[in-house]
């Protein structure tokens, strides 16, 4: 159980292009969901957590008019990367939080290219 | 704030080899401690996690105590196979700020 759904696992695009990732809770309600970046080799950096049916926070740094995170439903957590530049080329992760259990789920992420 | 280090580098070892890798930890409260796996171009799979001192987690012949005294959370393997090769992330989640905190990752090569 708990288990979050994440597509596309890649994506090129064209620079100034947009890009959503989105990434489904298959059996739970997800409260809060997380997103992270994580370069090569490095570890992960959370850039935001969204809550359903409010604003996501953004942490420190990480542009809100970027990188959109929209959190509709419990099932449901969209990042979509606007106006994309080789520079957001990264490996994007989201995670939740699962309802009534400590503890937090992985998607398989998403490898963005962007050229 | 809260905060993992975990030790420096990669490690390389032979098939069958002792695997320690070490995790230590700064909280302001009680945190649950966490060590991920990820394999190659995916996402982060929970390995085994601990919740209150003295805690012991296992989980696929691993094993990682709490240690509340040492704020340590090591991370053991008596007998790696091949497919031990990954990168392991420790990580503390303090009840209050409701996230992840990780640890820098070690990539772990183990060769036959």
């Known amino acids: 159980g708990a288990v979050v759904s994440q597509h596309p696992s890649w994506v090129i695009c064209k620079s100034g292009t947009s890009v959503k990732i989105e990434c489904r809770s298959l059996?739970?309600?997800?409260?809060?969901m997380f997103w992270y970046r994580q370069f090569p080799k490095q570890s992960l950096m959370l850039m935001a957590t969204?809550?359903?049916?409010?604003?996501?926070?953004?942490e420190q740094g990480v542009e809100k008019d970027k990188f959109l995170i929209n959190h509709a439903s419990l099932t449901l957590s969209t990042l979509t990367v606007t106006s994309a530049h080789p520079e957001d080329s990264s490996f994007y992760i989201c995670?939740?939080?699962?309802?009534?259990?400590?503890?937090?789920?992985f998607g398989s992420g998403t490898r963005l290219t962007v050229v | 704030g809260d905060s993992v280090t975990q030790m420096e580098g990669p490690v390389t070892l032979s098939e069958e080899a002792f695997l320690t890798i070490n995790c230590t930890y700064t909280?302001?409260?009680?945190?649950?401690l966490f060590w991920y796996v990820q394999y190659p171009g995916e996402g982060l799979q929970l390995l085994l996690k601990?919740?209150?001192?003295?805690d012991k987690g296992s989980n696929k012949g691993f094993e990682a105590t709490y240690r509340k005294e040492t704020t340590s959370f090591h991370l053991e393997k008596g007998s790696v196979q091949v497919s031990d090769s990954a990168v392991y992330f420790c990580?503390?989640?303090?009840?209050?700020?409701?996230?992840?905190?990780f640890g820098k990752g070690n990539q772990v090569v183990v060769i036959p």
């Open positions: 969204s809550n359903e049916g409010s604003k996501a926070t953004y």
């Open positions: 909280a302001t409260g009680y945190p649950s």
């Open positions: 995670s939740a939080r699962v309802r009534g259990w400590y503890g937090y789920t």
């Open positions: 601990a919740t209150k001192a003295d």
């Open positions: 059996d739970f309600q997800a409260t809060t």
């Open positions: 990580a503390l989640s303090d009840q209050g700020n409701n996230r992840l905190a």
